[in-house]
């Protein structure tokens, strides 16, 4: 069993940032492979970022990468996800998740399916 709680989310002006926050607590928490999503009003679940178990490698969406960092504190407690020049459409739900599987190597899950583990979410909202 992983739980998950997010917390940072708000309300923040185009061209500002944001830093996300997951706790994460469970037997296994700290030996999976997390991700986050947002999922916007009428849209679909979308793929952030993620970052492997041990914090070795981080993929990120086309539309997060170079604005976004996700990255994880060295008890791997806790991850973060670093927003910055924030755009009206980064505006959604952003939900940490954690991978079905521990200590996965050679791939980062970027697909719903695989991850079995989520947040409540935290509304982040960017306005113009």
């Known amino acids: 069993q992983v739980q998950l709680v997010e917390s940072g989310g708000g309300l923040v002006q185009a061209g500002g940032s944001l830093r996300l926050s997951c706790a994460a607590s469970?037997?296994?928490?700290?030996?999976?492979?997390m991700g986050w999503f947002r999922q916007a009003p009428g849209k679909e679940r979308e793929f952030v970022a993620a970052?492997?178990?041990?914090?070795?490698?981080?993929y990120y969406a086309d539309s997060a990468k170079g604005r976004f960092t996700i990255s994880r504190d060295n008890a791997n407690i806790t991850v973060y996800l670093q927003m910055n020049s924030l755009k009206p459409e980064d505006t959604a739900v952003y939900y940490c998740?954690?991978?079905?599987?521990?200590?996965?190597?050679?791939?980062?899950?970027?697909?719903?399916?695989?991850?079995?583990?989520w947040g409540p979410g935290t509304q982040v909202t960017v306005s113009s």
């Open positions: 970052i492997s178990w041990n914090g070795a490698i981080t």
């Open positions: 469970g037997r296994t928490s700290t030996s999976r492979a």
């Open positions: 998740a954690a991978d079905g599987r521990t200590v996965r190597w050679g791939t980062l899950p970027t697909h719903l399916a695989d991850f079995d583990f």
